[in-house]
């Protein structure tokens, strides 16, 4: 049983650029959800895809924006990268209909900006 | 909105001591309450989590953790820690019902032998 997967692992971008990574949720899963973790600190909310729409967002520029595909799989999209993108960007799926369905997380990619 | 302190940023212990991660957090809402763990280049791992009920609650490899509603508190707790619990752990909580993880900062615990 396949968990979360996420791709690149590892990616190092310049200022301005765009970036896209890509998420596969646990099997059977159906939502969606980004986190950014910059060095030291804990993980802050992006947002959430459900249905492939957008549910709930965090405290982040629309710069970062992000897609659903009917496969349930999603991608996150930065614009105009800034020194402080740079960060390990969690992907975690639950699944709706399951009441308290924890999350599980991949193992993140690792985007520098330099 | 929700949020969460960790009032210890490192915790070296020694193998085989009890450990203790302190956990506060601030929510004008019922609230769920969670503890993950982050080994190096890996992602977060759930190890237990408190929805309703029973304020003590045990997770995996031997860790448990007491929901304190009077003090805001989910302190997290293992009698005897082995050199592979060394890691980064993180507390979140979350409104009842949501899925949107406010987390700590982070404790990083290091068990020597």
């Known amino acids: 049983d396949a968990g979360v997967t996420q791709s690149p692992t590892h990616l190092i971008k310049t200022r301005g650029q765009q970036v896209t990574l890509r998420c596969s949720p646990k099997?059977?899963?159906?939502?969606v959800s980004w986190y950014q973790q910059a060095l030291g600190q804990g993980p802050q909310f992006i947002f959430q895809?459900?249905?492939?729409?957008?549910?709930q967002r965090g405290n982040f520029p629309d710069r970062f924006s992000g897609h659903q595909y009917p496969n349930y799989s999603s991608e996150l999209n930065v614009n105009a990268l800034l020194l402080g993108d740079s960060a390990l960007y969690l992907c975690?799926?639950?699944?709706?209909?399951?009441?308290?369905?924890?999350?599980?997380f991949g193992n993140g990619t690792r985007l520098t900006v330099t | 909105a929700q949020s969460v302190t960790q009032l210890d940023s490192q915790v070296p212990v020694f193998e085989e001591a009890p450990v203790e991660l302190r956990c506060n957090y601030s929510?004008?809402?019922?609230?769920?309450l969670f503890w993950y763990v982050q080994y190096p280049n890996q992602g977060l791992q759930l190890l237990l989590k408190?929805?309703?009920?029973?304020?003590l609650v045990k997770g995996i490899n031997g860790f448990e953790a007491e929901f304190n509603k009077s003090q805001t508190s989910f302190h997290l707790r293992k009698p005897s820690v082995h050199i592979s619990d060394t890691a980064e752990y993180f507390c979140?909580?979350?409104?009842?019902?949501?899925?949107?993880?406010?987390f700590g900062a982070g404790t990083t615990v290091t068990v020597r032998a």
């Open positions: 929510s004008s809402v019922s609230v769920y």
């Open positions: 099997s059977g899963h159906d939502t």
């Open positions: 408190y929805l309703s009920g029973s304020t």
């Open positions: 895809y459900y249905e492939e729409e957008e549910r």
């Open positions: 979140a909580v979350t409104p009842s019902g949501n899925y949107k993880l406010s």
């Open positions: 975690a799926s639950s699944l709706v209909s399951v009441s308290n369905s924890p999350l599980h």
